[in-house]
């Protein structure tokens, strides 16, 4: 029970990672890597969302009629994303207006409606909770990397606070300008990909 | 129990729809008086922004209390109607700092939409303008804020626009937009973009201020462009020129009264330069 427990915690945020692996989550990991800040809360969010919605929707499993499943974990999830951007609102108005419409496009992550249907259906509240945290925590850890990278070398700065001397940039240093834009994103996510299929050779297909 | 029965559905779902809507308008009305304060806030630090920008003594810094500076800084604030009169008044926040009164962005677009019936020739809707103006006296030199709020390449851009009492000379500018293209339109947020606004005028002209493609080559009444981003430039031209041109019955007026108080000035300096002289010829003739 416990080795399972475990297993379920660490699987996504590896060898499982919603991202890397199965692909999920690509749009707003685009979208809102340009810097830190606002990945960071970003992540905070999902890890928040995709944990109490499977947490819910696995307390609720046994009285879901099976024909309007899909809507009633819809409605959960959307209930959850709605609570949490207002509480952005109220309390990060900055970082709230930096994530914009993507706080609100969680719900349509594939990640949370997926671990939902895949995971909370059928398993108890305790490893569905585990499960969904684990999920989020594993998209976050990507947005986090790919911000890092975006951030320093698009704007010279982590957090907003200056890494990249004056000096470097009076010697003809200069940000670059396809960093901050979303394709660059996706190359940066191409790259970890790459490196996560070298070092687990189980993923390549052959 | 069967939990694929058509009444049991129907139950579920009503039940559900209904603890969900509970809940949201239980988190809604509870939270909105912490976001209404947000968007508050970020408004008075815009504005603020604007007018403090040409100041050597006040600065508007990441510390700074905004809601205290602005409650000392103001000296009034008002709404004015399409045809330059004062149209109602604006809390200034001066007896208590909670009280005070802005125009969020939100406001500014309704007068936007109202603009547009104006432009399809509904010109009667002139007097329904409800223009904000805030007045703050910086360095004993009184400041007036105007906003501006248009569409903008993929979202809403506004700003505001500080300019000495008369409406001609810009102190400040500051602007912000929702969603521009990072890195292109998003410049217009960006320092090195609205700080060129400072020292420039709005021109007598039709055309009051160009946001300039290919550089405004030190023209009063221009800045140039952000590069690589021409739409959102555009834009912004267009909604500076807007709003100043609605602004312009109010500022018109002002330049009245200051005219006419300088010419009755005049006046008074010559009747009494007159009976000065009187008098001097009378001392002659009694003489």
């Given at each position: 029970m416990k080795d399972n427990l475990k297993e379920t915690l660490l699987q996504p945020i590896f060898?499982?990672?919603?991202?890397?692996?199965?692909?999920?989550?690509?749009c707003s990991s685009l979208a809102v890597t340009v810097q830190l800040k606002g990945a960071f809360v970003m992540a905070l969010s999902v890890i928040i969302v995709t944990g109490l919605s499977s947490l819910i929707v696995s307390l609720m499993r046994n009285s879901i009629p099976n024909r309007i499943r899909i809507i009633v974990q819809l409605v959960v999830v959307a209930m959850m994303v709605i609570l949490v951007d207002q509480v952005l609102k109220a309390f990060s108005y900055s970082v709230s207006k930096t994530l914009s419409v993507y706080i609100g496009l969680i719900i349509t992550n594939c990640i949370v409606m997926g671990r939902i249907e895949a995971f909370a259906l059928g398993n108890k509240p305790l490893p569905s909770l585990l499960d969904g945290l684990a999920n989020g925590a594993g998209y976050g850890m990507i947005l986090i990397i790919v911000a890092f990278f975006r951030e320093l070398?698009?704007?010279?700065?982590?957090f907003g606070f200056?890494?990249?001397?004056?000096a470097v940039y009076d010697a003809g240093y200069m940000n670059?300008?396809?960093?901050?834009?979303?394709p660059m994103a996706l190359i940066i996510l191409g790259c970890i990909i790459w490196i996560q299929r070298s070092i687990q050779k189980d993923l390549q297909e052959k | 129990m069967n939990t694929n029965g058509n009444t049991y559905t129907v139950i579920y779902s009503t039940v559900l729809v209904m603890v969900v809507a509970a809940v949201l308008a239980f988190a809604a009305s509870s939270l909105k008086p912490f976001q209404n304060e947000n968007v508050k806030k970020e408004t008075i630090t815009k504005v603020l922004m604007a007018a403090t920008a040409?100041?050597?003594?006040v600065a508007v810094t990441e510390d700074t209390d905004v809601m205290a500076l602005y409650a000392q800084k103001i000296e009034s604030a008002f709404f004015v109607d399409g045809n330059g009169k004062v149209a109602g008044q604006m809390n200034?926040?001066?007896?208590?700092?909670?009280d005070i009164q802005v125009a969020t962005t939100s406001d500014l677009k309704k007068q936007n939409d109202i603009f547009k019936q104006i432009e399809k020739?509904?010109?009667?809707l002139l007097e329904n303008l409800r223009l904000p103006v805030y007045i703050f006296d910086i360095d004993s030199q009184k400041v007036t804020v105007i906003p501006c709020y248009g569409a903008g390449l993929w979202g809403p851009i506004w700003g505001y626009i500080a300019v000495r009492e008369d409406g001609k000379e810009i102190l400040g500018a500051i602007f912000d937009h929702?969603?521009?293209?990072?890195?292109?339109?998003?410049?217009?947020?960006e320092e090195p973009f609205y700080s060129q606004f400072k020292g420039k005028v709005f021109s007598?002209?039709?055309?009051?201020f160009s946001v300039v493609k290919g550089g405004a080559?030190?023209?009063?009444d221009g800045v140039d462009a952000v590069s690589g981003a021409t739409i959102t430039s555009q834009a912004l031209d267009v909604t500076i020129n807007t709003w100043v041109r609605y602004y312009e019955p109010y500022f018109a007026g002002i330049r009245q009264a200051a005219a006419e108080a300088a010419q009755a000035l005049e006046a008074e300096a010559e009747t009494s330069e007159a009976e000065a002289s009187e008098e001097e010829t009378g001392v002659e003739a009694v003489k």
């Open positions: 060898k499982g990672n919603p991202i890397t692996v199965l692909v999920l989550g690509i070398l698009g704007s010279g700065t982590l200056r890494i990249i001397p004056q670059n300008g396809l960093m901050i834009l979303p | 040409s100041s050597q003594s200034t926040g001066r007896d208590n700092i909670k020739g509904d010109s009667s929702k969603g521009e293209t990072p890195g292109l339109g998003a410049k217009i947020a007598d002209g039709a055309k009051k080559k030190g023209a009063e």
